[in-house]
């Protein structure tokens, strides 16, 4: 991996785009089509979205992450460890109710709680102009992994975050018991830029974001369920969120997506000034493979043209 973040603007992004309802086939299809990645005798972190257990697009569907793990395992990936924390449930608790212990059983993964982890394996983060009063810390593992691979969901975030997407999931490297971290993030009128500069501190080498079902109010552990169904990755985080806002503005969204212009999001605006990734739609293209998967990316495309 990268080092504190990867200054990406200026160049054209690449979101991978499947259209389909089953999370298998489109979780291998997207990422199969992702240029440069390399897992070849690597240990390689998962993160997933696994802030509640409840049904997906709450949490990360348990399809999605045994598609991504035996896909790592044919690209011949040394170890393959699952990583998360969970709140304001037990991560222990929501490991247990998604059945995540029966498959690490199967598949043969590592679980890393963040729960468990004590202030020696955080490593601090801050640099001028952060909107967190002192900086945050993430988790060591994170920052040296050989390999990191991000799998988000597609939905709106419904007390303060807006959308909880790629950039939301870097919330769960933070950790909310013991540290006062989560009270200033969600205390603040600024959470959208805040969740924004977590993501400075590290790059994952691909992000997948399961679209199959998406929250379009509410969130983000109960919503208005519609069926997007589609598949996405990319290396980019903000194109990935940006792809993500224009399939929430295809099938009608609540007024703060529907009525904000994709890229003055606070998540998106925010990340965008750190050099996260994409700063426009012009930097953004869409990557397919068959003509229905063509036809909503140019749908996609157009939204993002226009907003």
Same mark, same amino acid.
């Given at each position: 991996?990268? +080092?504190?973040?990867?200054?990406?603007?200026?160049?054209?992004?690449?979101?991978?785009?499947?259209?389909?309802?089953?999370?298998?086939?489109?979780?291998?299809?997207?990422?199969?089509?992702?240029? +440069?990645?390399?897992?070849?005798? #690597?240990?390689?972190?998962? &993160?997933?979205?696994?802030?509640?257990?409840?049904?997906?697009?709450?949490?990360?569907?348990?399809?999605?992450?045994?598609?991504?793990?035996?896909?790592?395992?044919?690209?011949?990936?040394?170890?393959?460890?699952?990583?998360?924390?969970?709140?304001?449930?037990?991560?222990?608790?929501?490991?247990?109710?998604?059945?995540?212990?029966?498959?690490?059983?199967?598949?043969?993964?590592?679980?890393?709680?963040?729960?468990?982890?004590?202030?020696?394996?955080?490593?601090?983060?801050?640099?001028?102009?952060?909107?967190?009063?002192?900086? $945050?810390?993430?988790?060591?593992?994170? #920052?040296?992994?050989?390999?990191?691979?991000?799998?988000?969901?597609?939905?709106?975030?419904? $007390?303060?975050?807006?959308?909880?997407?790629?950039? &939301?999931?870097?919330? =769960?490297?933070?950790?909310?018991? *013991?540290? !006062?971290?989560? !009270?200033?993030?969600?205390?603040? $009128?600024?959470? *959208?830029?805040?969740?924004?500069?977590?993501?400075?501190?590290?790059? !994952?080498? @691909?992000?997948?974001?399961?679209?199959?079902?998406?929250?379009?109010?509410?969130?983000?552990?109960?919503?208005?369920?519609?069926?997007?169904?589609?598949?996405?990755?990319?290396?980019?985080? @903000?194109?990935?969120?940006?792809?993500?806002?224009?399939?929430?503005?295809?099938?009608?969204?609540?007024?703060?997506?529907?009525?904000?212009?994709?890229?003055?999001? =606070?998540?998106?605006?925010?990340?965008?000034?750190? =050099?996260? +990734?994409?700063?426009?739609?012009?930097?953004?293209?869409?990557?397919?493979?068959?003509?229905?998967?063509? #036809?909503?990316?140019?749908?996609? &495309?157009?939204?993002?043209?226009?907003?």
């Amino acid at each position: 991996m990268e +080092g504190w973040g990867s200054v990406m603007k200026g160049n054209i992004s690449k979101v991978y785009l499947v259209s389909t309802d089953n999370r298998i086939v489109g979780t291998r299809r997207a990422l199969e089509m992702v240029e +440069g990645l390399d897992f070849k005798d #690597k240990k390689v972190i998962v &993160k997933p979205n696994f802030n509640t257990a409840d049904a997906t697009p709450a949490s990360t569907h348990n399809d999605t992450l045994v598609a991504i793990f035996k896909w790592l395992k044919e690209k011949e990936a040394e170890e393959l460890t699952l990583a998360e924390r969970s709140g304001p449930p037990l991560t222990v608790d929501v490991l247990k109710e998604k059945g995540i212990y029966k498959l690490q059983d199967q598949l043969g993964f590592n679980i890393i709680n963040f729960d468990e982890l004590t202030e020696k394996d955080y490593i601090h983060f801050n640099q001028e102009g952060l909107h967190w009063k002192n900086g $945050f810390i993430i988790p060591k593992v994170i #920052k040296e992994a050989e390999a990191l691979v991000n799998t988000c969901c597609l939905k709106t975030h419904g $007390f303060g975050g807006v959308i909880s997407m790629s950039l &939301k999931l870097a919330v =769960g490297l933070v950790p909310r018991r *013991g540290f !006062p971290y989560m !009270p200033e993030l969600h205390k603040s $009128f600024q959470m *959208g830029e805040m969740i924004a500069e977590i993501n400075a501190a590290f790059t !994952p080498d @691909v992000t997948l974001m399961d679209g199959v079902e998406a929250f379009t109010a509410g969130g983000p552990a109960t919503g208005c369920v519609k069926q997007a169904k589609v598949i996405l990755a990319s290396k980019d985080r @903000v194109a990935l969120d940006a792809a993500g806002l224009a399939v929430l503005k295809k099938m009608g969204s609540n007024n703060l997506i529907m009525n904000t212009p994709i890229f003055d999001q =606070g998540q998106i605006k925010r990340a965008v000034e750190l =050099g996260l +990734g994409a700063g426009s739609a012009d930097e953004i293209e869409f990557v397919t493979e068959d003509i229905k998967s063509k #036809k909503y990316a140019e749908e996609l &495309k157009e939204i993002l043209n226009k907003d």
